[in-house]
């Protein structure tokens, strides 16, 4: 039977779906740096003022703000960076099948960092989900344009695999959903207000009304998937949780198949990497305590 915490987690993962799918129709009209940057400030003024209304004796300042401004960096900071920086140089492919490696390095940090001891079928599980991701998300027909865009891509799934633990890291100290996100943000929009001038002119901030909709609209939804993945993660196991986390991509093909018609068929490839992500969320559910 699922617990809670894996509930959330599989909330959690339909909203960021919902997300992704929204972005598909943002990046006709605006950059990647972009939507990070809406999202950043964005969730700093929606979760700053849940935080002063809803958790106005907690104290900010204390060793968990670290944790929770080095999470913001990771993820969205350097992690979205480096993820765009492989899909312009190795394709959108390539890339997200290896950011999709995500959970390993969340569950590696959570070792490391929160001395948890995955058994045997937590990592199965969590290599089978990352499996069925790639297979899902891997188009044979990508081009390759740079090479280094695999070190950008991997560095981008190391950051986004290690954000996850520390902010857990974060609500040990600072219990408050609502005040971590809002640190959060601010080492988010720090980040990425410094390497700004390390991008090409064109993929920097762009004020199309279009995309900074979109992108509004794609952030207020990964604000509610904020509010269901930090609860998952203080209540269960990082190692646990943020594998199924990293199930949206099923959930990505199920909205395309849902509301665009899309005409891509059930073939051999999304089959078995639906049940890939299937057995794999079966085998933390089941023996993964």
Same mark, same amino acid.
Request: hydrophobic share 55%.
């Given at each position: 039977m699922l617990s809670f915490p894996i509930l959330l987690a599989l909330c959690a993962s339909l909203c960021f779906a919902l997300a992704d799918f929204n972005i598909r129709f943002a990046m006709r009209h605006s950059t990647a740096y972009t939507g990070s940057m809406v999202q950043a400030v964005l969730h700093f003024f929606i979760f700053g003022a849940l935080a002063l209304w809803l958790a106005a004796d907690v104290n900010?300042?204390?060793?968990?703000?670290?944790?929770?401004?080095?999470?913001?960096?990771?993820?969205?900071?350097?992690?979205?960076?480096?993820?765009?920086? %492989?899909?312009?140089?190795? +394709?959108? #492919?390539?890339?997200?099948?290896?950011? &999709?490696?995500?959970?390993?390095? !969340? /569950? =590696?940090a959570a070792m490391i960092l929160l001395g948890e001891r995955p058994n045997v079928w937590t990592w199965l599980g969590t290599v089978a989900i990352v499996v069925g991701v790639a297979v899902l998300t891997y188009e044979p027909r990508s081009e390759i344009k740079q090479k280094s865009g695999y070190v950008y891509a991997?560095? %981008?799934?190391?950051?986004? +695999?290690? #954000?996850?633990?520390?902010?857990?890291? &974060?609500?040990?100290?600072?219990? !408050? /959903? =609502?005040?971590?996100?809002?640190?959060?943000?601010?080492?988010?929009?720090?980040?990425?207000?410094?390497?700004?001038?390390?991008?090409?002119?064109?993929?920097?901030?762009?004020?199309?009304?279009?995309?900074?909709?979109?992108?509004?609209?794609?952030?207020?939804?990964?604000?509610?998937?904020?509010?269901?993945?930090?609860?998952?993660?203080?209540?269960?196991?990082?190692?646990?949780?943020?594998?199924?986390?990293? /199930?949206?991509?099923?959930?990505?093909?199920?909205?395309?198949?849902?509301?665009?018609?899309?005409?891509?068929?059930?073939?051999?490839?999304?089959?078995m990497g639906a049940l890939l992500i299937g057995f794999g969320a079966a085998a933390i559910t089941g023996f993964g305590k």
């Amino acid at each position: 039977m699922l617990s809670f915490p894996i509930l959330l987690a599989l909330c959690a993962s339909l909203c960021f779906a919902l997300a992704d799918f929204n972005i598909r129709f943002a990046m006709r009209h605006s950059t990647a740096y972009t939507g990070s940057m809406v999202q950043a400030v964005l969730h700093f003024f929606i979760f700053g003022a849940l935080a002063l209304w809803l958790a106005a004796d907690v104290n900010w300042l204390n060793q968990g703000t670290w944790w929770f401004l080095a999470s913001g960096a990771a993820d969205p900071g350097v992690g979205v960076i480096c993820f765009c920086i %492989g899909i312009s140089r190795v +394709g959108v #492919a390539r890339a997200a099948s290896i950011v &999709g490696t995500a959970p390993l390095f !969340s /569950t =590696t940090a959570a070792m490391i960092l929160l001395g948890e001891r995955p058994n045997v079928w937590t990592w199965l599980g969590t290599v089978a989900i990352v499996v069925g991701v790639a297979v899902l998300t891997y188009e044979p027909r990508s081009e390759i344009k740079q090479k280094s865009g695999y070190v950008y891509a991997i560095l %981008g799934a190391v950051c986004l +695999g290690l #954000a996850n633990p520390l902010r857990k890291l &974060g609500l040990e100290f600072i219990p !408050s /959903t =609502t005040v971590g996100l809002t640190i959060a943000q601010v080492g988010s929009i720090l980040t990425l207000l410094l390497v700004a001038p390390m991008l090409p002119a064109g993929t920097r901030f762009s004020k199309n009304p279009r995309g900074l909709g979109f992108f509004s609209l794609s952030a207020l939804i990964v604000a509610l998937a904020y509010s269901m993945l930090f609860p998952a993660i203080r209540l269960g196991k990082v190692s646990v949780v943020i594998p199924f986390v990293h /199930t949206s991509p099923l959930f990505v093909i199920l909205l395309a198949w849902l509301f665009l018609r899309a005409k891509e068929k059930i073939n051999h490839r999304l089959l078995m990497g639906a049940l890939l992500i299937g057995f794999g969320a079966a085998a933390i559910t089941g023996f993964g305590k």
